[in-house]
């Protein structure tokens, strides 16, 4: 049984990837509003940097752990965000992201049937694979090689979706899953190697600005902000509406139309230059939103434009600092 606290009636919330992009600006919007949080992160591919700002805010509270072990603690609500994101990151270690993603699900997912407590998990566009239909809408079933080198993410994150509907059905769990779209913006790792940030880092540096493949290949960008108002709102909807909801942008762009925005953003000398496509990289992706529009009243309202700029004055911050 959850022993809830005696004397306190704010929500308590545990973020688990509370130390990475996303997870962070998660916690400064539930801080924001009142919420306690309880950040658990393994600093993977996160860090104390992204969190530095809330260590003075009592209600915050950061706990080094590894999800793919159990975990105990008491807690009114979860979201699960903890796995690496970036491809060269989830490819450095195949087996821990395998791990991360069904282990780290089945911990949490335990841990909120303790509890009884609502459990929102962070899955991906990527469970769509290499999508045979235009824009992907959440009854799709997607086109996933289970052997690649991106299997270990699509994969688990797919077996994710999986055990949150089985522990939904089976046990009556309240859960909320998210199929995330590519989401940029501050805080990205400058050397993840995905797309947004590595073309802002190179144009900012005046390198070339490496296109994989012809650059034809099409993805949609959700600026940070759009998509964690998205997770509150999804998270906040009434019990039985459990997802998967497509949360992204459907503004569709190719990768050369993005590197012509950066240059063009960051006034720079950079040149194109062309280098092989990694193996089953998706050749487009572009959400249908109908469902979060419908259900979530949610839509994305930052242009491309408008946050590429924002990223763009994050890095040349951090790039400055470097510098210094
Ligand atoms: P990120 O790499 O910045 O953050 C992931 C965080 O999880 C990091 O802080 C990392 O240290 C932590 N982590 C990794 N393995 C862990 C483990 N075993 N135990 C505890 N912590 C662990 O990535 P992000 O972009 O913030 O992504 C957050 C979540 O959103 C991930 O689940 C990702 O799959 C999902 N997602 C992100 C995007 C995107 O475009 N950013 C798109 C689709 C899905
Ligand atoms: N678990 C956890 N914290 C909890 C409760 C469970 O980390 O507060 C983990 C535990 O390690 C267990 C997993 O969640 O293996 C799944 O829990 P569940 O109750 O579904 O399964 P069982 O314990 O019966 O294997
Ligand atoms: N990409 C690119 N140059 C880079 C990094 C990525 O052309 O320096 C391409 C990559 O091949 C893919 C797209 O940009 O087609 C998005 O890549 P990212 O790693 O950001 O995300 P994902 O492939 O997971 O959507």
Redesign the pocket.
């Known amino acids: 049984m959850s022993q809830k606290r005696l004397y306190d009636s704010r929500k308590r919330i545990l973020v688990t990837g509370g130390a990475g992009f996303l997870g962070s600006h998660l916690i400064d919007r539930l801080l924001e509003r009142g919420d306690e949080v309880l950040c658990v992160d393994n600093l993977f591919t996160g860090t104390k940097r992204n969190i530095e700002h809330l260590h003075a805010n009592p209600r915050f509270e950061f706990l080094r752990h590894d999800v793919t072990f159990?975990?105990?603690v008491e807690v009114d609500e979860i979201y699960n965000l903890a796995c690496p994101a970036a491809p060269i990151h989830y490819q450095h270690d195949p087996v821990q992201t395998t791990k991360t993603s069904v282990h780290g699900a089945?911990?949490?997912?335990?841990?909120a049937?303790?509890?009884g407590c609502r459990i929102f998990q962070a899955s991906t566009s990527e469970v769509y694979g290499d999508p045979t239909v235009h824009p992907q809408r959440e009854d799709y079933w997607g086109n996933v090689n289970s052997v690649g080198i991106r299997s270990c993410y699509d994969e688990g994150k797919r077996c994710a979706e999986t055990l949150f509907f089985d522990?939904h059905r089976q046990?009556g769990l309240d859960i909320k899953v998210a199929r995330i779209f590519n989401t940029y913006g501050p805080r990205m790792h400058p050397n993840d190697g995905r797309v947004v940030s590595n073309f802002i880092v190179q144009a900012l540096r005046g390198q070339d600005i490496t296109i994989y493949g012809d650059g034809t290949q099409t993805r949609s960008f959700c600026y940070v902000d759009d998509l964690v108002e998205g997770f509150l709102r999804l998270m906040d909807s009434p019990e039985g509406f459990t997802g998967p909801v497509n949360l992204g942008n459907p503004g569709e762009f190719t990768m050369i139309e993005l590197a012509e925005k950066v240059i063009a953003l960051t006034n720079s000398r950079s040149t194109l230059s062309f280098h092989p496509l990694p193996q089953d990289d998706p050749t487009q992706r572009c959400p249908d939103i109908g469902l979060a529009r419908r259900a979530l009243q949610w839509e994305p309202g930052v242009p491309l434009d408008e946050g590429l700029a924002r990223t763009v004055a994050y890095f040349a911050g951090i790039m400055e600092v470097q510098n210094a």
């Open positions: 159990p975990l105990y089945i911990n949490m997912l335990g841990l049937k303790r509890l522990y046990l």
